[in-house]
């Protein structure tokens, strides 16, 4: 009993901080608003779109998507927020650059009013717009991570940065900062957001973009009125990927709903073999000593004296496990301090309230072998030794 309450508590303790550690990771803010926005992805191939013909198929493409009906906004780009990051190593006009030790940081590739459909505060500067296309002067964006870390004490905007695309085959060209974005959470809501810079895709076309919505409603509800609008261009091209931001900000967290869930249900059978293992003790002790509760009955003690007896018997062994099952958190918790987030390793409110629970399934558990002790009649305890 004393091992199974233990047990108990570890486990229920455990499960109590892995689940408030997922309820923090969920309420941190990623830097935009995900709600209502629906991503889907195109087969585009290659040879059908060519770099050349591929941002003029997006700006067929987004004027009937914003026509549709409780659509708020249209962009595009790559890679979304919520699924991965793709690195760049890059070098910065004015500094000497070693070209085996190149900094790098995120980068995407990304439509006009990118920044306003996903709601990235602008910080300073201009986003894109359709000017920004192949014939015009290459221009970048930044977020705040980046400028604090290669622009420490100096504005980024108007300084260059030129992209080291050699490996994809791509001349490289330099790109002159336009504006700077606030941080955004990408692929950890535990994490920091990174340093990251963003090229309008029309100046740099070869990687497949992902169509962004805005929406009014539920993201889902729009999937046939986009498909159509996609149909009237190319009724052939796929269409996959189909998701919601708010869907992929879920799959992001479900490692830590998975590891919080499996230990909830581990502390919830160790808390039932806990309470029917102390039934069965105290049931078993009830039966063992029926004399001498009778005696003590005949002798004029109280329903209550025997009910507490019992029930006392219960709370002590109880206690004695929550003793040593609090040894066990100790050494618990040092296993699992790295899954936690936003919550402290010995939080104190949820070992108590890992303490409690266990108490009142002890006394749950004591309540029903004490009231059947209460019930014993002297005479017939007497006759049974």
Known sequence: MIAETAISLVLLAGSGLLI????????????????????????????????????????QLYPPLSAIPGVE????????????????????????????????ANR????????????????KGRTFDNRDDLNAKRVAIVNEQFAREFFPAEDPIGKSIQPDFV???????WYEIV?????????????????????????MPYWPQAVILRVSGNPYAYLNSVRAAIVQINRDLPIFAVNSLDDLMVELTGYARFEAGLLTCFAISA????????????SEMVTRRTFELGLRVALGAQQGDVFGLVVRRGLIL????????????????????????????????????????????????????????????????????
């Open 20 to 59: 408030r550690s997922f309820l923090q990771t969920m309420r941190v803010p990623p830097g935009f608003d995900p709600h209502h926005v629906l991503t889907l992805r195109l087969g585009m191939s290659a040879i059908e779109y060519p770099k050349e013909k591929a941002p003029l198929f997006f700006r």
């Open 73 to 104: 906004s249209v962009t595009s780009g790559y890679p979304i927020p919520f699924s991965y990051d793709m690195t760049s190593r890059f070098s910065i006009a004015g500094r000497p650059a070693d070209t085996s030790d190149l900094p790098v």
């Open 108 to 123: 995407a590739t990304v439509a006009p009013r990118y920044f306003e459909t996903l709601r990235i505060p602008l910080l």
């Open 167 to 173: 490996e994809h085959g791509y001349k490289p060209e």
């Open 179 to 203: 504006g700077v974005v606030a941080g955004i959470r990408t692929t950890d809501l535990t994490d920091v957001p990174k340093s990251q810079f963003f090229l309008p895709y029309e100046q």
């Open 271 to 282: 808390l039932l073999l806990a309470a029917v293992g102390l039934y069965a003790a105290l």
């Open 318 to 385: 109880a206690a004695i496990g929550l003793t040593v099952g609090l040894f066990g958190f100790v050494i618990f918790v040092r296993i699992v301090t790295d899954m936690l987030y936003g919550v402290r390793a010995f939080d104190p409110l949820t070992v108590v309230a890992a303490c409690v629970v266990l108490l009142l399934v002890s006394l749950l558990a004591s309540t029903a072998p004490a009231w059947r002790a209460t019930r014993l009649q002297p005479t017939e305890a007497l006759r049974e030794q």
